[in-house]
Protein backbone atom coordinates (compact mmCIF):
# COMPACT_ATOMS: atom_id res chain seq x y z
CA UNK A 1 0.00 0.00 0.00
CA UNK A 2 1.43 3.33 -0.73
CA UNK A 3 1.07 6.35 1.57
CA UNK A 4 3.00 9.09 0.97
CA UNK A 5 3.04 11.63 -1.73
CA UNK A 6 6.73 11.52 -1.97
CA UNK A 7 6.16 8.16 -3.54
CA UNK A 8 7.76 7.70 -7.20
CA UNK A 9 4.93 6.09 -8.75
CA UNK A 10 2.67 8.92 -6.94
CA UNK A 11 4.76 11.51 -8.28
CA UNK A 12 4.93 10.57 -11.64
CA UNK A 13 1.45 10.13 -11.76
CA UNK A 14 0.54 13.91 -10.82
CA UNK A 15 3.11 15.09 -13.39
CA UNK A 16 1.00 12.62 -16.37
CA UNK A 17 -2.21 13.97 -14.41
CA UNK A 18 -1.12 17.32 -14.59
CA UNK A 19 1.58 18.28 -17.88
CA UNK A 20 0.97 17.75 -21.51
CA UNK A 21 4.10 17.67 -22.15
CA UNK A 22 4.76 14.74 -19.89
CA UNK A 23 1.90 12.61 -21.38
CA UNK A 24 3.57 12.72 -24.60
CA UNK A 25 6.80 11.98 -23.71
CA UNK A 26 6.10 8.88 -21.60
CA UNK A 27 3.33 8.12 -24.44
CA UNK A 28 0.98 7.41 -20.87
CA UNK A 29 -2.41 8.72 -19.65
CA UNK A 30 -4.54 9.19 -16.78
CA UNK A 31 -8.20 8.00 -16.36
CA UNK A 32 -10.27 8.17 -13.33
CA UNK A 33 -13.16 6.23 -13.00
CA UNK A 34 -14.14 2.17 -13.19
CA UNK A 35 -16.36 3.19 -16.28
CA UNK A 36 -13.91 5.30 -17.92
CA UNK A 37 -11.30 2.85 -17.54
CA UNK A 38 -13.78 -0.45 -18.35
CA UNK A 39 -14.49 1.61 -21.55
CA UNK A 40 -10.77 1.94 -22.19
CA UNK A 41 -10.09 -1.97 -21.36
CA UNK A 42 -12.91 -2.46 -23.99
CA UNK A 43 -11.04 -0.28 -26.33
CA UNK A 44 -7.92 -2.37 -26.43
CA UNK A 45 -6.28 -0.04 -24.27
CA UNK A 46 -3.45 -1.30 -22.10
CA UNK A 47 -3.02 -0.11 -18.79
CA UNK A 48 0.68 0.36 -17.02
CA UNK A 49 -1.09 0.56 -13.56
CA UNK A 50 -4.62 0.18 -11.77
CA UNK A 51 -4.38 1.86 -8.50
CA UNK A 52 -7.01 0.94 -6.08
CA UNK A 53 -8.64 2.99 -3.37
CA UNK A 54 -7.78 1.14 -0.04
CA UNK A 55 -10.90 -0.49 1.06
CA UNK A 56 -12.55 -1.24 -2.00
CA UNK A 57 -12.66 -4.49 -4.05
CA UNK A 58 -10.41 -5.12 -8.12
CA UNK A 59 -13.29 -4.87 -10.15
CA UNK A 60 -10.83 -5.37 -13.52
CA UNK A 61 -9.66 -9.20 -12.40
CA UNK A 62 -10.78 -10.15 -16.04
CA UNK A 63 -8.81 -7.67 -17.76
CA UNK A 64 -6.00 -9.21 -15.93
CA UNK A 65 -4.25 -9.62 -19.53
CA UNK A 66 -4.00 -5.81 -20.57
CA UNK A 67 -3.13 -4.38 -17.14
CA UNK A 68 0.67 -4.70 -15.70
CA UNK A 69 0.31 -4.38 -12.58
CA UNK A 70 -2.33 -2.99 -9.69
CA UNK A 71 -1.71 -0.86 -6.41
CA UNK A 72 -3.58 -0.34 -3.08
CA UNK A 73 -3.28 3.25 -2.57
CA UNK A 74 -4.31 4.69 1.18
CA UNK A 75 -7.72 6.65 1.56
CA UNK A 76 -6.63 10.38 2.28
CA UNK A 77 -3.56 10.26 -0.13
CA UNK A 78 -6.42 8.77 -2.78
CA UNK A 79 -8.53 11.58 -2.07
CA UNK A 80 -5.59 14.15 -2.24
CA UNK A 81 -4.68 12.69 -6.26
CA UNK A 82 -7.66 11.98 -7.40
CA UNK A 83 -9.87 15.08 -9.57
CA UNK A 84 -13.02 13.71 -8.51
CA UNK A 85 -12.22 13.47 -4.64
CA UNK A 86 -14.24 11.42 -2.59
CA UNK A 87 -15.86 9.68 -6.17
CA UNK A 88 -13.99 7.30 -7.55
CA UNK A 89 -12.34 4.31 -6.33
CA UNK A 90 -9.89 3.69 -9.39
CA UNK A 91 -7.10 5.58 -11.23
CA UNK A 92 -6.03 3.83 -14.03
CA UNK A 93 -2.42 4.83 -15.88
CA UNK A 94 -2.59 4.01 -19.39
CA UNK A 95 -1.12 3.79 -22.59
CA UNK A 96 -1.55 5.85 -25.24
CA UNK A 97 -2.60 5.47 -28.99
CA UNK A 98 -1.15 7.09 -32.07
CA UNK A 99 -3.53 8.58 -34.11
CA UNK A 100 -1.83 9.93 -36.93
CA UNK A 101 -2.65 9.72 -40.48
CA UNK A 102 -0.26 6.64 -41.35
CA UNK A 103 -1.79 4.61 -38.44
CA UNK A 104 -5.76 5.70 -39.77
CA UNK A 105 -8.05 3.01 -41.26
CA UNK A 106 -10.83 5.22 -42.52
CA UNK A 107 -14.24 4.04 -42.60
CA UNK A 108 -15.72 5.15 -45.88
CA UNK A 109 -19.70 4.31 -44.56
CA UNK A 110 -21.72 6.36 -42.51
CA UNK A 111 -20.78 10.04 -40.99
CA UNK A 112 -17.91 11.62 -39.72
CA UNK A 113 -17.28 14.12 -37.27
CA UNK A 114 -14.49 16.70 -37.59
CA UNK A 115 -13.72 19.30 -35.30
CA UNK A 116 -11.39 22.02 -36.30
CA UNK A 117 -8.86 24.05 -33.84
CA UNK A 118 -10.91 23.27 -30.66
CA UNK A 119 -9.69 24.71 -27.50
CA UNK A 120 -11.11 23.89 -25.07
CA UNK A 121 -10.73 20.07 -23.65
CA UNK A 122 -14.15 19.75 -22.42
CA UNK A 123 -15.93 20.76 -25.49
CA UNK A 124 -13.51 17.78 -27.32
CA UNK A 125 -14.98 15.36 -24.50
CA UNK A 126 -18.07 16.59 -25.01
CA UNK A 127 -17.86 16.21 -28.82
CA UNK A 128 -16.17 12.47 -28.83
CA UNK A 129 -19.07 11.72 -26.38
CA UNK A 130 -21.48 12.81 -28.96
CA UNK A 131 -19.53 11.23 -31.30
CA UNK A 132 -19.44 7.99 -29.79
CA UNK A 133 -23.26 7.89 -28.55
CA UNK A 134 -24.87 8.64 -32.08
CA UNK A 135 -22.62 6.42 -33.97
CA UNK A 136 -20.17 8.37 -35.93
CA UNK A 137 -17.69 6.17 -38.17
CA UNK A 138 -14.75 7.98 -36.54
CA UNK A 139 -13.89 11.56 -35.24
CA UNK A 140 -11.56 13.43 -36.48
CA UNK A 141 -9.46 16.43 -35.04
CA UNK A 142 -8.01 19.32 -37.80
CA UNK A 143 -5.44 21.39 -36.28
CA UNK A 144 -5.57 20.65 -32.75
CA UNK A 145 -5.30 23.41 -29.98
CA UNK A 146 -5.33 20.64 -27.41
CA UNK A 147 -3.88 17.55 -25.83
CA UNK A 148 -6.28 14.37 -26.71
CA UNK A 149 -5.71 12.56 -23.51
CA UNK A 150 -6.16 15.86 -21.29
CA UNK A 151 -7.64 14.65 -18.32
CA UNK A 152 -10.45 16.60 -18.66
CA UNK A 153 -11.56 15.21 -22.55
CA UNK A 154 -11.47 12.27 -20.76
CA UNK A 155 -13.55 12.81 -18.24
CA UNK A 156 -16.16 15.19 -20.28
CA UNK A 157 -15.97 11.76 -22.86
CA UNK A 158 -17.20 9.68 -20.38
CA UNK A 159 -15.16 6.79 -22.17
CA UNK A 160 -15.73 8.02 -25.21
CA UNK A 161 -12.60 8.75 -26.27
CA UNK A 162 -11.70 5.44 -25.96
CA UNK A 163 -14.27 3.90 -28.10
CA UNK A 164 -14.32 5.47 -31.63
CA UNK A 165 -11.73 5.58 -34.30
CA UNK A 166 -9.83 8.77 -34.15
CA UNK A 167 -7.34 10.75 -36.26
CA UNK A 168 -5.43 13.89 -35.36
CA UNK A 169 -4.11 15.94 -38.03
CA UNK A 170 -3.90 19.65 -39.98
CA UNK A 171 -6.77 20.89 -42.11
CA UNK A 172 -5.33 20.46 -45.46
CA UNK A 173 -4.16 16.98 -44.93
CA UNK A 174 -7.56 15.60 -43.83
CA UNK A 175 -9.33 17.76 -46.41
CA UNK A 176 -7.41 15.87 -49.10
CA UNK A 177 -8.08 12.56 -47.40
CA UNK A 178 -11.97 13.18 -47.62
CA UNK A 179 -11.55 14.47 -51.00
CA UNK A 180 -9.38 10.98 -52.65
CA UNK A 181 -11.97 8.97 -50.78
CA UNK A 182 -15.02 10.44 -52.24
CA UNK A 183 -16.26 11.46 -48.79
CA UNK A 184 -18.69 14.78 -48.96
CA UNK A 185 -17.75 17.67 -46.60
CA UNK A 186 -21.10 19.21 -44.75
CA UNK A 187 -19.65 22.31 -42.99
CA UNK A 188 -21.22 23.83 -40.38
CA UNK A 189 -21.08 27.76 -40.77
CA UNK A 190 -22.88 30.89 -41.68
CA UNK A 191 -22.27 32.51 -44.41
CA UNK A 192 -23.89 34.03 -47.25
CA UNK A 193 -24.19 30.72 -48.96
CA UNK A 194 -24.76 28.66 -46.37
CA UNK A 195 -28.51 26.66 -46.22
CA UNK A 196 -30.67 25.91 -43.73
CA UNK A 197 -30.21 22.25 -42.01
CA UNK A 198 -34.09 20.83 -43.17
CA UNK A 199 -32.85 21.63 -46.70
CA UNK A 200 -29.37 19.96 -46.26
CA UNK A 201 -29.09 16.29 -48.53
CA UNK A 202 -25.91 15.14 -46.41
CA UNK A 203 -25.40 12.60 -48.97
CA UNK A 204 -23.18 9.86 -47.99
CA UNK A 205 -20.14 9.22 -47.45
CA UNK A 206 -19.79 12.76 -45.33
CA UNK A 207 -17.87 14.44 -42.68
CA UNK A 208 -19.72 17.23 -40.76
CA UNK A 209 -17.41 19.75 -39.57
CA UNK A 210 -17.57 21.82 -37.25
CA UNK A 211 -15.19 24.99 -35.89
CA UNK A 212 -14.65 27.25 -33.00
CA UNK A 213 -17.39 29.31 -31.48
CA UNK A 214 -15.15 32.12 -31.74
CA UNK A 215 -13.96 32.04 -35.00
CA UNK A 216 -16.06 29.32 -36.88
CA UNK A 217 -14.37 27.27 -39.85
CA UNK A 218 -11.57 27.98 -41.82
CA UNK A 219 -12.13 28.87 -45.39
CA UNK A 220 -10.24 25.92 -46.77
CA UNK A 221 -13.26 24.22 -45.16
CA UNK A 222 -15.83 26.04 -46.93
CA UNK A 223 -14.39 25.59 -50.41
CA UNK A 224 -14.11 22.13 -50.40
CA UNK A 225 -17.72 21.54 -49.09
CA UNK A 226 -20.32 19.77 -51.05
CA UNK A 227 -22.53 21.86 -49.00
CA UNK A 228 -22.60 24.52 -46.06
CA UNK A 229 -25.18 24.17 -43.53
CA UNK A 230 -26.71 26.18 -41.03
CA UNK A 231 -28.83 25.28 -37.85
CA UNK A 232 -31.64 27.61 -37.88
CA UNK A 233 -31.75 29.58 -34.13
CA UNK A 234 -34.85 32.14 -32.85
CA UNK A 235 -35.02 34.38 -30.01
CA UNK A 236 -32.04 36.44 -31.24
CA UNK A 237 -29.59 33.36 -30.46
CA UNK A 238 -26.60 33.55 -33.02
CA UNK A 239 -24.73 30.73 -31.48
CA UNK A 240 -24.98 27.19 -30.18
CA UNK A 241 -21.82 25.47 -27.82
CA UNK A 242 -19.77 23.77 -30.35
CA UNK A 243 -20.81 20.31 -29.16
CA UNK A 244 -25.29 21.05 -29.21
CA UNK A 245 -24.17 22.29 -32.84
CA UNK A 246 -22.71 19.15 -33.57
CA UNK A 247 -25.11 16.88 -32.15
CA UNK A 248 -28.14 18.48 -34.05
CA UNK A 249 -25.90 18.00 -37.43
CA UNK A 250 -24.42 14.94 -36.86
CA UNK A 251 -28.24 13.07 -35.88
CA UNK A 252 -29.79 15.07 -39.02
CA UNK A 253 -26.98 13.68 -41.05
CA UNK A 254 -27.39 10.12 -39.52
CA UNK A 255 -31.57 10.49 -39.79
CA UNK A 256 -31.49 11.83 -43.73
Given at each position: MISSAQNPLIKNLLAIQKKSKERKKQKLFVAEGEKEIERALLGNYFFKIIFIREGSTNSFINFNEKISDFIVIENKL?????????SEKYIGLGISKTHELENFKLNKKGTI??????????NIGALLRTSSALGASAFMIADPKTDLYHPNVIRSSLGGVFNIPILIS???????????NNINIISGALT?????LNKATFNKPCAVVVGSESKGLKSDW????????????????????????????????LDN
Open positions: FDKITIRSGLVAESIEKPGDSKKIINLLIKNNSIPIKNSSETVRIPMNNNIDSLNVSVAAAILLQYS
